[in-house]
T-cell receptor, first 111, second 116 residues
Framework: GIQVEQSPPDLILQEGANSTLRCNFS?????LQWFHQNPWGQLINLFYIPSGTKQNGRLSATTVATERYSLLYISSSQTTDSGVYFC?????????????FGAGTRLAVHP | NAGVTQTPKFRVLKTGQSMTLLCAQD?????MYWYRQDPGMGLRLIHYSVGEGTTAKGEVPDGYNVSRLKKQNFLLGLESAAPSQTSVYFC???????????????FGPGTRLTVT
């Protein structure tokens, strides 16, 4: 099956710093989503980005499908950005719309 | 438009008790999914449904049953809860992947279940 690898596993930032999170995957995909899980456990859908580039405020994401990786950029980080960032990839396979999650990048932003 | 909702938000069970988690979506999605998330891990698929009246096993189905009697609802049942089922449960829905170009899955807020 598809393998999803996220890096780095842990990241500590000072408020205001920028960061780049990476997601590598082992096979071609139709779906790639980035999620933020906040300290209260809520899973927030950041981007649906199987290819191309998207931006939403201080966050942007780029997926290079031909090279099987995606990047999530966080600019001017804030303490509310803390939590775990998950990349999930997949597509229609085995009769259903499959989504495989990576292990996540744990981000802590200090004031 | 509420999206995906889950009931209850929290629950504590004793070993051997049973319960049902309810997921509802108002986006007219064909596909629905139940995932579990254990500490320090990503989500893993328990069961899924490709339409009303149909269900199938995912990656970690043992100890769970599901039903999809109505298109908008997907129920997850634990017949005899075990401590290993202590987890956070997420429901999701999507359009049917093989007919639509949008494969995005929409997630509910989660249910935190503790089995003592």
């Amino acid at each position: 099956g598809i393998q999803v690898e996220q890096s780095p596993p842990d990241l500590i930032l000072q408020e205001g710093a920028n960061s780049t999170l990476r997601c590598n995957f082992s096979d071609s995909v139709n779906n790639l989503q980035w999620f933020h899980q906040n300290p209260w456990g809520q899973l927030i859908n950041l981007f649906y980005i199987p290819s191309g580039t998207k931006q939403n405020g201080r966050l942007s994401a780029t997926t290079v499908a031909t090279e099987r990786y995606s990047l999530l950029y966080i600019s001017s980080s804030q303490t509310t950005d803390s939590g775990v960032y998950f990349c999930a990839v997949g597509g229609f396979s085995g009769g259903y719309n499959k989504l495989i999650f990576g292990a996540g990048t744990r981000l802590a932003v200090h004031p | 438009n509420a999206g995906v909702t889950q009931t209850p938000k929290f629950r504590v069970l004793k070993t051997g008790q049973s319960m049902t988690l309810l997921c509802a979506q108002d986006m007219n999605h064909e596909y629905m999914y139940w995932y579990r998330q254990d500490p320090g891990m990503g989500l893993r698929l328990i069961h899924y449904s490709v339409g009303e009246g149909t269900t199938a096993k995912g990656e970690v189905p043992d100890g769970y049953n599901v039903s999809r009697l109505k298109k908008q609802n997907f129920l997850l049942g634990l017949e005899s809860a075990a401590p290993s089922q202590t987890s956070v449960y997420f429901c999701a829905s999507s359009y049917s992947g093989h007919l639509e170009t949008n494969y995005e899955q929409y997630f509910g807020p989660g249910t935190r279940l503790t089995v003592t």
